[in-house]
């Protein structure tokens, strides 16, 4: 069953329903979902020819002998002589004369054991040749080097119809994947092992979630373990000081100034280019709150929920431990892990705004993050979790991830602190988890039911 991808879907359908020369570029990590989402897509394709090739990391020559094997075998001829390159490949499904649709699944594979830019230079003369019933879909995993493909000087830029960088699934989505368990377990495992549809394939609904931590993050040989290493290995650690980022942001470095104090002030921007690096690679992203554009206000944190679990509980600590697992939970993850959903819970909270934009319901939203007060006057200062600018000012909402009801007196707190601070005020709500001991019309309430049900 697939799940989720709906935009994404309904933009190749649109693409695959062209009768005009059509180049796709679909990128996006390792196992985030870019294969299945082709082939669930050309499901509603019934009047076109699909060749479909993945590459692998061999020579060109190899790859040119296998992609003319897949050729011969979508059009019925197995006995196919193999192409001497890619134009000449080109020129013959050209020749074609039928619609067509070939999917280029890890070009940057391809790309890994050709000379530096004879790939990009022999695509270009292809695209900009292709025939109008021909529709190219290229896909990749290797961030830079699908996205060296966007550049200026690249012989690619400028040439692709329709730009797809595919990322996880959001907590919606991925509660499809979890229909039996409740809202409450759903944002838990969000929370923990984030939207990636491989990783949330190999978990067990049956399990709570930390059997499922037990069985396959923890253990040495566990199936998420390995995934959220091979990350590691294959990105993070293509970053000079990446490991070391990722260690320090999990260990509450967050701030720009901490991260220099540890790997060390440069005058050539090192650190400034290898957070831009790990942005880009949607590893960290930079959060800085709404109403503040004040560079000490500025910080960052590791995006993925299962590379942040890793690096707060499962890197730092010994692995001989991990031999028993039940042990090293108890030891290592069960004191904290109720304030590391919680924190993940807040994230999800600003996503749910900004469903309701995507989807047409809320059109007043600016923009979505948390709020910085720094009151001179009161001594007071920190940050509210989830804020919306809207033009008639902020609305501010507090996210409580509890298993009970929220008690009336923790609204009550909340309010007494919102109306000592001088904030241009539009709204404000809290979201609890787990509902509300009182229904009090004097604020929005929001719970897991109106975050599962955006509309």
Not at 345 to 351: D, G, I, Q, V
Not at 412 to 425: D, G, V
Request: contains cysteine.
């Amino acid at each position: 069953m697939f799940i989720g991808r709906k935009t994404e879907i309904d933009t190749l359908h649109n693409q695959f329903a062209n009768n005009k020369r059509t180049t796709i570029l679909l990128y996006g990590r390792r196992r985030i979902g870019k294969t299945s989402l082709i082939r669930e897509a050309l499901k509603a394709v019934n009047d076109a020819t699909v060749i479909y090739h993945e590459f692998h990391r061999v020579t060109l020559e190899q790859n040119m002998v296998e992609f003319s094997k897949s050729i011969g075998e979508a059009i019925s001829i197995p006995s196919l002589p193999s192409f001497l390159s890619l134009p000449d490949a080109f020129s013959f499904i050209n020749q074609l004369g039928k619609r067509v649709i070939v999917i280029f699944d890890e070009y940057s594979d391809l790309k890994m054991y050709a000379k530096k830019g004879e790939v990009d230079s022999y695509m270009r003369g292809i695209v900009d040749n292709l025939s109008e019933n021909i529709i190219l879909v290229i896909t990749g995993s290797a961030l830079n080097v699908m996205e060296e493909l966007l550049e200026e000087e690249n012989p690619m830029f400028g040439r692709f119809t329709c730009i797809m960088k595919l990322g996880p699934l959001n907590y919606y989505d991925a509660a499809g994947f979890f229909p039996q368990k409740n809202h409450y377990e759903q944002m838990e495992i969000y929370s923990v092992f984030g939207g990636s549809p491989y990783v949330l394939s190999l978990l067990d609904e049956k399990l709570s979630l930390r059997d499922n931590i037990e069985k396959t993050i923890i253990p040495l040989s566990g199936s998420v373990r390995a995934y959220a290493e091979a990350v590691v290995d294959m990105e993070a650690a293509r970053v000079p000081h990446g490991i070391t980022i990722l260690a320090l942001i999990s260990n509450s470095k967050k701030k720009y100034s901490e991260l220099e104090d540890v790997i060390g002030r440069d005058a050539s921007g090192v650190l400034n280019r290898e957070l831009k690096m790990l942005i880009e690679l949607g590893i960290i992203g930079k959060i800085q709150p709404i109403n503040k554009k004040d560079k000490a206000k500025v910080f960052y944190e590791i995006t993925d929920p299962i590379l942040r679990f890793y690096f707060t509980y499962i890197y730092p600590n010994p692995k001989l431990m991990m031999t028993n697992p039940s042990a090293f939970y108890e030891n290592f993850i069960g004191k904290s892990i109720k304030d590391f959903i919680a924190r993940r819970f807040e994230e999800a909270c600003r996503e749910y705004f900004a469903l309701l934009v995507r989807k047409g319901i809320r059109f007043d939203i600016l923009d979505i993050g948390t709020y910085w007060y720094d009151d001179r006057i009161s001594r007071q200062n920190g940050e509210f979790d989830v804020a919306l600018k809207t033009a008639e000012g902020y609305e501010i909402y507090d996210a409580k991830f509890v298993a009970h009801p929220l008690p009336q007196v923790e609204a009550e707190k909340e309010r007494r602190q919102l109306s000592e601070i001088p904030i241009p005020l539009a709204k404000w709500g809290m979201i609890s988890a787990s509902g509300f001991e009182n229904d009090d019309k004097s604020y929005i309430q929001l719970t897991l039911d109106d975050l599962y049900e955006p509309s």
